[in-house]
């Protein structure tokens, strides 16, 4: 069983960084895409940004510019760079991993609050 492990949320002040991590518990076999959701209290989840196994990525058009997703493919690891955060990017955020075979992963969650 593929166990997802995230990490790097916390509090910060508006206009800081953080770099969050998802690690798979082993490599994920027919692995197509992996990427960030989120979700704020009282509102639905939403997509954060996407990345397939080729390389492409995709961005919520109030992410585009300030966060980056990567991967490290020998980690099984992938990343969630948040600069210029902003009180409303507060939210529990989710990562997942998407196989061919209509199977997905998902992480329990970390905790970004953006506040002075």
Do not use: H
Not at 15 to 25: D, I, Q, W
Not at 50 to 61: E, K, N, P, R, V
């Amino acid at each position: 069983q593929v166990q997802l492990a995230e990490s790097g949320g916390g509090l910060v002040q508006p206009g800081g960084s953080l770099r969050l991590s998802c690690a798979a518990s082993k490599t994920i076999f027919g692995l197509k895409a992996m990427g960030w959701y989120r979700q704020a209290p009282g509102k639905q989840r939403e997509l954060v940004a996407t990345m397939t196994t080729g390389g492409s990525t995709g961005y919520a058009d109030s992410m585009k510019g300030r966060f980056t997703i990567s991967r490290d493919s020998a980690k099984n690891t992938v990343y969630l760079q948040m600069n210029g955060l902003e009180p409303e990017d507060t939210a529990v955020y989710y990562c997942y991993f998407d196989t061919i075979f209509s199977r997905d992963y998902w992480g329990q969650g970390t905790q970004v609050t953006v506040s002075s």
